[in-house]
């Protein structure tokens, strides 16, 4: 059985222009959030363009999967717009921040290793 990588959902409405989209990828592209984040109203304090091209929009307070959800790079827009200053982060390359109104940091990643 061949399987299916879902790399976008559903297509949905936003509170947000066309024109006010930064992204070079779709706002439907999956990106991974968290739980503290969507839910809870958690800051984004760490965000991640990896080096397969998904993004991760995190809080930086909980790194266990139960924690994770997956989203619309949309919403995670929406429910801070300030990441859309991150859009140009090239991949492989992340950043975080110390507070909601703190500047961002930049860095690449660590080449990820094809070793077990």
């Not at 909980?62 to 924690?67: E, F, H, L, Q, Y």
């Not at 827009?77 to 859309?84: A, E, K, N």
């Not at 859009?87 to 094809?114: N, Q, V, Y």
Request: net charge negative; with cysteine; charged share 30%.
């Amino acid at each position: 059985m061949e399987q299916t990588v879902v790399d976008q959902v559903d297509e949905h409405d936003h509170r947000f222009s066309k024109k006010e989209w930064p992204f070079s990828d779709l706002p439907n592209s999956v990106a991974i959030s968290t739980r503290q984040v969507i839910r809870d109203g958690y800051p984004v304090l760490r965000v991640s363009h990896d080096f397969d091209g998904d993004w991760q929009v995190l809080c930086g307070t909980t790194t266990d999967v139960k924690d994770a959800l997956i989203v619309c790079l949309g919403c995670a827009f929406q429910r801070d717009p300030s990441i859309g200053s991150l859009a140009d982060m090239p991949r492989g390359w992340t950043a975080w921040r110390e507070s909601a109104t703190a500047l961002w940091t930049r860095e690449p990643k660590e080449a990820e290793s094809d070793e077990e």
